[in-house]
């Protein structure tokens, strides 16, 4: 398993590895992000969205579960924050989420751990002091050798 940790200072930065990280997954990549409230999960996407198209509409899907960007590649961003479990994403056919058109990324993912699929990037976001943003890296099998470090020399920090 490959990992790594990225700090970020500004939002701005926080959303450019967003943005740097969506163009290095493969479609069919699934994301788990997970942290508390406030951590930067949602600017995070926002880069990733970025990478798609216009990512000046995007906001936390908690009232509508699921957000669609993208036109040829799709991103679906879900966040999980108002689920009380596993089995009420069951109810909402999920599966069609993980679909090879594109990636889905999981805000909340540890709501529906026993659903992820094995092969994964995890994310964990920590919150550092104001806008400064620990980043912890998790790859399960779906980035390429090395491809975590590209990303994290990009920014300048490791």
């Known amino acids: 398993m490959q990992c790594c940790t990225v700090d970020t200072y500004s939002q701005e930065e926080t959303e450019l590895l967003g943005r740097r990280l969506a163009a290095l997954l493969p479609a069919g990549s699934v994301v788990a992000l997970r942290g508390e409230l406030a951590t930067g999960k949602t600017c995070f996407v926002r880069g990733m969205a970025g990478h798609f198209?216009?990512?000046?509409?995007?906001?936390?899907?908690?009232?509508?579960?699921?957000?669609?960007?993208?036109d040829e590649t799709k991103l679906y961003h879900l966040d999980l924050y108002r689920l009380n479990g596993p089995e009420e994403l069951l109810d909402i056919g999920y599966e069609e989420l993980f679909e090879p058109d594109g990636i889905t990324v999981i805000e909340w993912a540890e709501r529906a751990e026993p659903l992820l699929p094995k092969k994964r990037l995890d994310i964990t976001l920590e919150h550092a002091g104001q806008d400064h943003r620990r980043l912890t890296f998790a790859d399960h099998g779906l980035m390429s050798d090395g491809s975590l470090e590209q990303m994290a020399d990009a920014l300048g920090h490791a």
């Open 53 to 70: 198209g216009p990512d000046d509409l995007v906001r936390s899907p908690s009232f509508t579960l699921v957000n669609e960007y993208g």
